[in-house]
């Protein structure tokens, strides 16, 4: 049997320390992105036509870690993964169509076992959960055009979403946060809710 490395000594040594660090970056988070989750409620309140309400979604600032279930049962292999989210669920309630939309934002980092790429983001998107798909090519088209090149932007092959991101590295700030959080909000909340209207 192997004995464990010195890598895995020093880990499971400067464990306290590492998880006193990731529950204070955590704490450090949750200022911006709970402020941020007030100014997209409040904006979502004063745009979306007065047909759609906004649903009281449980998911506010859930942390996973090493994986995207509510737990684990066993250890075989823990993905490499965490996530800090936040969700906004709209819901237009008709017999005939109802449309369902989503807004979530918040960290993600991994190694590419939960998508095709690794990432370590902070990201903005919207969801489309609709029966009948409001988010179409054109659309998508239309909104990737007008936001900024400083953003990563991209949408999933079936248009069920779009979302703009940006990598975390050394110029990461509360500041350059707000700001992806405000062109989010200005190039593709503001024009499906004008789109939404009719």
Known sequence: MQDLSQLNKKCLSDMPMLLDIMTTTIDQLEIPFSSIYDKIENFLEENLPSKFQLLDDWERGTIYLFSDDYKRRYLEAPIPFME???????????????????????????????????????????????????????????????????????????????????????????????????????????????????
């Open 84 to 198: 800090i989210k936040y969700r906004l669920g709209i819901e237009q309630d008709l017999k005939r169509s109802s449309q369902k939309l989503a807004v979530v934002f918040g960290y993600v980092c991994d190694d590419g076992h939960v998508c095709d790429r690794s990432q370590n983001v902070i990201y903005f998107q919207l969801f489309d959960e609709s029966e009948k798909q409001f988010l179409d090519s054109e659309l998508l088209d239309e909104l990737k055009q007008n936001i900024p090149a400083e953003w990563g932007i991209d949408s999933t092959e079936d248009n069920s979403s779009i979302w703009i991101e940006f990598d975390v590295d050394e110029t990461l700030s509360v500041e350059k946060i707000n700001r992806c959080a405000e062109d989010f909000n200005k190039y593709i909340l503001q024009p499906v809710c004008e789109k939404l209207k009719g």
